[in-house]
């Protein structure tokens, strides 16, 4: 796929080569810059041969500047045309074959965590496929509605991580885009916060974990930001929580005057000491410093982490593994409250 896009980014330098009318254009640019320099050598000559006053001269002289000019705007663009068509090629080449790299190193990331959903989904649809044909058979005698309920609720249950993975990756498009730009609008965010732990009730329901949130003041009002930005990196914190967590995790918002904070806390282990200045690393997760097999992508906290810089504000974790049963970890996503004059920024500034 990338070498047939490099090939046909290469023809247009190929055909350059062979294109008659730039020889001609060349060759011509050549003959008008000799006539040029016949005219300068000639007009003394010519001019006093022809004319009785010197003043003749300068006919033959200002015919010689121009074709002079003429014949060096003629091989300027027969020599540098094929190098401006040349540049976009090249670039165009180079854009692909990073893209390329690019792609394949971010779907080799998320082989790990598209893999697992996928495998238990098709691991309860096979428990769920059998189990219908032996009611149907008659050797379970009858079909168990609850015991069916709790094998659709599995497969229900990882659909916030496909819908989590497929929407990592649109956001790492866009941020390796050349122009991605970040324009601040009216945000509910206590009704975002309120979708996203609706959707992860039931993944916390079923892992016997409790999930909560809440507003002070409960009357947040409207924020300048982008409810995209804030719900995808939310749902990567919440996610996190979810999976890590003993049994509880809390969300909550505050605000003060031109900043508001979304904290995602939970009864987890926590995060050591000496892990922590890596958490928001690019692909980095503990299984990396132990040289154990990965067994997700890393860049769930990595994207939060970019997304909250890129709109000027900041992603910090706490976490304390000292106490035993009291062990948590919060994460605070801090963004700004006010509509900015401008913010925009590219992937590049803030990768």
């Given at each position: 796929m990338y070498a047939t896009g490099a090939i046909a980014s290469r023809r247009p330098n190929d055909m350059l080569r062979h294109i008659p009318a730039l020889a001609i254009a060349k060759f011509t640019g050549l003959l008008i810059l000799a006539a040029a320099i016949a005219c300068f050598v000639l007009a003394p000559i010519i001019g006093e041969a022809l004319f009785a006053s010197i003043w003749g001269?300068?006919?033959?002289?200002?015919?010689?500047?121009?074709?002079?000019?003429?014949?060096?705007?003629?091989?300027?663009?027969?020599?540098?045309l094929p190098q401006a068509l040349r540049r976009p090629s090249e670039q165009s080449q180079r854009d692909m074959q990073d893209w390329g790299s690019v792609t394949q190193q971010y779907f080799e990331l998320f082989d790990h965590d598209l893999g697992r959903p996928l495998r238990r989904i098709l691991g309860k649809e096979r428990e769920l496929r059998a189990y219908l044909r032996a009611a149907e058979n008659g050797a379970n005698g009858h079909i168990d509605i609850e015991e069916v309920t709790e094998l659709l609720d599995e497969?229900?249950?990882?659909?916030?991580?496909?819908?989590?993975?497929?929407?990592?990756?649109?956001v790492l498009i866009q941020l390796e885009a050349p122009n991605a730009s970040l324009e601040p609008q009216p945000v509910e965010v206590p009704e975002v916060v309120r979708r996203i732990i609706d959707r992860y009730n039931l993944v916390a329901g079923e892992a016997n974990k409790s999930i909560s949130w809440w507003?002070?003041?409960?009357?947040?009002?409207?924020?300048?930001?982008?409810?995209?930005?804030?719900?995808?990196?939310?749902?990567?914190?919440?996610?996190?929580?979810?999976?890590f967590a003993d049994s509880q995790v809390h969300v909550w918002l505050t605000r003060e005057d031109d900043r508001f904070s979304i904290h995602v806390w939970d009864d987890g282990e926590g995060v050591s000491a000496h892990y922590r200045p890596h958490v928001f690393d690019r692909g980095w997760t503990p299984a990396v410093a132990r040289r154990e097999e990965k067994t997700s992508s890393g860049l769930g906290l990595y994207i939060?982490?970019?997304?909250?810089?890129?709109?000027?504000?900041?992603?910090?974790?706490?976490?304390?593994?000292?106490?035993?049963?009291?062990?948590?970890?919060?994460?605070?996503l801090t963004l700004p409250s006010h509509q900015p004059a401008s913010v925009s920024a590219t992937a590049g500034e803030i990768s």
């Open positions: 001269v300068e006919p033959l002289t200002y015919v010689g500047a121009a074709l002079l000019a003429l014949g060096l705007a003629v091989l300027l663009f027969a020599f540098a497969i229900e249950m990882q659909a916030p991580n496909f819908r989590l993975m497929m929407s990592n990756i649109r507003a002070e003041p409960p009357e947040f009002g409207i924020v300048y930001s982008d409810s995209a930005a804030i719900e995808h990196i939310v749902t990567n914190l919440v996610d996190n929580a979810v999976r939060a982490y970019t997304l909250s810089i890129g709109y000027g504000g900041d992603l910090t974790i706490e976490s304390d593994t000292s106490s035993g049963s009291d062990d948590h970890t919060t994460f605070v």
